[in-house]
């Protein structure tokens, strides 16, 4: 009886860390214990992906302007002076309108790139770990309350610049005062530098969480061992 008892007790505990090694081999493979240190360091790393491979996108011609996430649209106030412009046959003009307000924002975040770069190496997690297990875009929200209002900052007189660069200025003051000109209107006098930096800011951290929800959700994305050892822990 008792060597009943004993050969049962061996066979469940060989079951049992049989089951036990099962679980383990299907747990991610890190490497050794990873620190809060560690998964910044791959946070930043994937926000410094989504900067390399998808805001660069947004530098070439056409990048804001073919982009339907990140399209430059009219303001609300704007939009009756488009409306009003086509009434009177100047549609080509009111195009043109729309498409130098992104070529402004194209050639503002080639300029501007290294802006943030830097933002990303000066930005500490204070909990790393729990922006890793957050939100497929939990790392870019946490970017853009870091660094939104600084980076306004030094982006606004780059897209002043812009505009002057890519003719933006003058169509738009063209537009505005044959608008104001026109009878049965109130006259407009927005604030274009200011509209197009914040819509060229928001496009720029809409394509940053675009490349990390990739890394989150897809291991080929993952092509640095960091990357691989940091994300596993949120799979």
């Not at 081999?25 to 790393?45: E, F, K, Y």
């Not at 800011?201 to 959700?217: D, F, N, S």
């Amino acid at each position: 009886m008792i060597r009943k008892f004993i050969v049962f007790t061996l066979i469940f505990n060989l079951t049992a860390c049989a089951e036990i090694q099962q679980v383990v081999n299907q747990l991610p493979q890190t490497g050794g214990v990873i620190t809060n240190t560690d998964i910044a360091a791959g946070l930043r790393q994937a926000l410094d992906l989504g900067i390399d491979k998808q805001v660069t996108k947004l530098t070439q011609t056409d990048g804001f302007f073919k982009n339907e996430l990140v399209k430059i649209l009219l303001p609300e106030d704007l939009k009756k002076v488009d409306k009003a412009l086509r009434g009177i046959g100047l549609s080509n003009l009111a195009d043109e309108g729309l498409k130098v307000l992104n070529r402004a924002a194209e050639d503002a975040v080639k300029e501007a790139t290294p802006i943030f770069v830097d933002a990303v190496k000066g930005i500490t997690f204070a909990d790393a770990k729990q922006i890793l297990l957050g939100n497929d875009d939990a790392a870019t929200q946490y970017l853009t309350g870091k660094t939104d209002a600084a980076l306004y900052e030094k982006f606004n007189p780059v897209i002043k610049n812009s505009f002057s660069k890519v003719g933006a200025d003058q169509i738009w003051s063209n537009l505005i005062s044959k608008y104001n000109n026109m009878p049965f209107t109130n006259n407009v006098n927005p604030d274009l530098t200011d509209y197009v930096t914040k819509e060229a800011l928001k496009g720029v951290y809409t394509m940053i969480a675009v490349e990390e929800k990739e890394i989150r959700t897809k291991l080929a994305s993952r092509t640095t061992d960091l990357l691989k050892k940091v994300f596993a822990l949120q799979d």
